[in-house]
T-cell receptor, first 115, second 112 residues
Framework: DAGVIQSPRHEVTEMGQEVTLRCKPI?????LFWYRQTMMRGLELLIY????????DSGMPEDRFSAKMPNASFSTLKIQPSEPRDSAVYFC?????????????FGPGTRLTVL | GESVGLHLPTLSVQEGDNSIINCAYS??????FIWYKQESGKGPQFIID?????DKRQGQRVTVLLNKTVKHLSLQIAATQPGDSAVYFC???????????FGTGTRLKVLA
């Protein structure tokens, strides 16, 4: 298995632009998580899905952020409009609820820079 | 992936020595605790986990200890190798959720 796939790996954009980050979870996994990592705040959970349904979005910073999971193999995290403080590395992770462990498998991340 | 940088506590260990990385957690109702390793430019990678009804669990070269009385978790790495250099995060999963709450991380530097 290729693992969790994220695209793009790097994104540089200007303030005010829309940014869309993409994630393909591991096939068969029923949980998908979006995280943000910054120097100041560390790793923060933004939102997670179970069977394509958002379960907890309490970590989403504000209305500028939205996430969707139209099917079991694809999710997006959108920021509109983007701001310089959104600059961070965004990780997607997936897991299998009925596995023996609660291990989450992380993707390589998308490094976002908002100028 | 970017790891928390300047504000991270750092542990420097000689190659071949044992390493002990500590973590304090906040929620006494957490059911599950996990250690992750993050190398520069990569996503976090699972190391070992432990349920709240256990005190100790061993893996390959790693041991996790859980002290619920003082809400403390530690990761012991035996015979530390250069490839162990990374940032290590503990995470707790509160009861009834699938949410990881990550700690701030510790940077491990292995000295040759």
């Amino acid at each position: 298995d290729a693992g969790v796939i994220q695209s793009p790996r790097h994104e540089v954009t200007e303030m005010g632009q829309e940014v869309t980050l993409r994630c393909k979870p591991i096939s068969g996994h029923d949980y998908l998580f979006w995280y943000r990592q910054t120097m100041m705040r560390g790793l923060e959970l933004l939102i997670y899905f179970n069977n394509n349904v958002p379960i907890d979005d309490s970590g989403m910073p504000e209305d500028r952020f939205s996430a969707k999971m139209p099917n079991a193999s694809f999710s997006t995290l959108k920021i509109q409009p983007s701001e310089p403080r959104d600059s961070a590395v965004y990780f997607c992770a997936s897991s299998l609820s009925w596995a023996s462990s609660w291990e989450q498998f992380f993707g390589p991340g998308t490094r976002l820079t908002v100028l | 992936g970017e790891s928390v940088g300047l504000h991270l506590p750092t542990l420097s260990v000689q190659e071949g020595d044992n390493s002990i990385i500590n973590c304090a957690y906040s929620n006494s109702a957490s059911d599950y605790f996990i250690w992750y390793k993050q190398e520069s430019g990569k996503g976090p990678q699972f190391i070992i986990d432990i349920r709240s009804n256990m005190d100790k669990r061993q893996g390959q070269r790693v041991t996790v200890l859980l002290n619920k009385t003082v809400k403390h978790l530690s990761l012991q790495i035996a015979a530390t190798q250069p490839g162990d250099s990374a940032v290590y995060f503990c995470a707790e999963i509160p009861s009834g959720t699938y949410k990881y709450i990550f700690g701030t991380g510790t940077r491990l530097k292995v000295l040759a």
